[in-house]
């Protein structure tokens, strides 16, 4: 087994917004990071909730998978706490230490500890703490090898008015542009600009914790992963099965050739992740992986490791179920439930869902299938599924997608119940509030 040590690095709703991926939000520490290691442009969780997409990272196996269909703090857990990144490192002699963010345990059922950690520092998970705890780790000269997640709460919303985790002013909105998926309004770009000072923030404290990293000695030797679990926390965005809302940042620095400032179109999903620690780390795959190790792509032995990613919703606030399949060209999804509009809770509150509540969000129609051209359609807003000159390409899709969920034991296959657990706790579909 190598004895690389490894940090975990991420964050709650950025999805690719950041500096690297060419947006005006300036996080000089995370371009730091990628021109010193690889960027992954066409990176995509698993879910584009936040437990279940943490679940899928950390165990390599999708959603419904590993049991963690909704939110933790809503009552939902994993099926097999010792299927986690962390439990499989502990067993082969790592020290695992948390501090912050990590949302796939809630102290109302499990304590951070059965998912793995041999420590929790802390979790704290504002823009300070972390990085102090970080720093006072490594000045004990832990002994290798050490796996230290590192998880902040920004640029997650805040308050029932949707405002964002941070603690600099916004700049002058007047000189920003909104997301693509949202119109150039004066409240759209005011909420952009909230945003746009979280994740500042947030990589001023990501730089601390990689300062520390490099002032102790640790940086040739520890493999540094930093994400996001999906998409930002806009309408049609978070929560949905576009690249909104499953595109990720995903950029790694260290052992395993993640060097260089290299940059590729590969698509590959957060569900592979933990086989390509396992190559780095010279451990055994377990039985449980479902995705493919990046070892291959990086070492320039193939141009891509997937032809296709998978992604999932099946509850956020409200119950919302939807599968999708991602080719380089297209993109299938299938709404499952009939609700025939939009879901209003699984939308964070702030300034531009109230605005296109205003004009008639709730009003919207929610189709059984979607399919987008990817190449002739990046915002995925014209429906395809419909089209006859596309029927062979949905079928295709459709069919592919049934195989997946047959392959992992969905239970929507065949149109089955979506499970319920014990504690759940839901918000009714057809109010506004989450």
Avoid at 100 to 105: F, L
Avoid at 130 to 156: I, M, N, T
Avoid at 319 to 343: C, F, H, L, Q
Avoid at 403 to 418: A, F, Q, S, Y
Wanted: charged share 25%; with cysteine.
């Amino acid at each position: 087994m190598s004895k690389y040590n490894v940090l975990y690095l991420h964050c709650h709703d950025a999805g690719r917004y950041i500096e690297p991926y060419g947006y005006k939000v300036s996080t000089p520490n995370l371009q730091r990071l990628a021109e010193e290691g690889m960027l992954f442009r066409q990176a995509h969780c698993a879910n584009p909730t936040c437990s279940p997409s943490r679940a899928a990272l950390l165990t390599g196996q999708a959603a419904h998978s590993s049991g963690m269909l909704g939110l933790a703090h809503r009552g939902w857990t994993l099926n097999d706490y010792g299927q986690t990144w962390m439990s499989v490192l502990r067993a082969h002699g790592y020290q695992t230490v948390l501090t912050g963010q990590q949302h796939i345990t809630h102290h109302t059922t499990h304590p951070p500890e059965v998912a793995g950690y041999s420590e929790v520092m802390g979790t704290d998970n504002g823009f300070d703490s972390p990085p102090q705890l970080v720093e006072e780790f490594l000045s004990r000269r832990p002994q290798d090898p050490f796996f230290l997640d590192v998880g902040f709460h920004a640029p997650h919303r805040t308050g029932r008015l949707g405002d964002f985790k941070r603690r600099s002013e916004p700049k002058d909105d007047r000189y920003l542009m909104p997301p693509p998926t949202l119109p150039d309004t004066p409240e759209t770009r005011r909420d952009f600009a909230l945003y746009s000072a979280a994740v500042e923030d947030m990589d001023q404290s990501m730089g601390r914790v990689l300062e520390s990293l490099d002032r102790h000695g640790y940086r040739d030797n520890t493999l540094v992963i930093c994400t996001t679990d999906h998409g930002i926390a806009f309408p049609h965005m978070k929560c949905r099965l576009t690249d909104h809302g499953t595109g990720v940042m995903l950029m790694l620095r260290g052992p395993g050739g993640f060097s260089g400032g290299r940059v590729t179109d590969a698509l590959v999903s957060h569900i592979d992740l933990f086989p390509t620690l396992c190559d780095v780390l010279d451990i055994e795959h377990p039985d449980w992986l479902q995705g493919h190790s990046l070892r291959p792509l990086v070492r320039g032995e193939v141009d891509t490791i997937r032809d296709a990613v998978f992604a999932e919703v099946n509850y956020h606030a409200s119950a919302e179920p939807m599968r999708s399949v991602r080719t380089p060209r297209w993109k299938y999804i299938r709404n499952y439930d009939g609700y025939p509009s939009t879901v209003l809770p699984n939308i964070d509150n702030g300034a531009s869902k109230q605005f296109l509540y205003d004009a008639g969000l709730g009003d919207r129609v929610r189709p059984a299938e979607e399919l987008y051209d990817c190449y002739f359609d990046p915002q995925e807003v014209c429906n395809r599924a419909q089209d006859e000159s596309c029927a062979a390409i949905r079928q295709a899709l459709a069919a592919r997608l049934d195989k997946w969920m047959r392959e992992t034991d969905d239970p929507l296959v065949n149109g089955g119940p979506l499970p319920v657990c014990p504690d759940m706790v839901l918000t009714d579909p057809g109010t506004y509030d989450p």
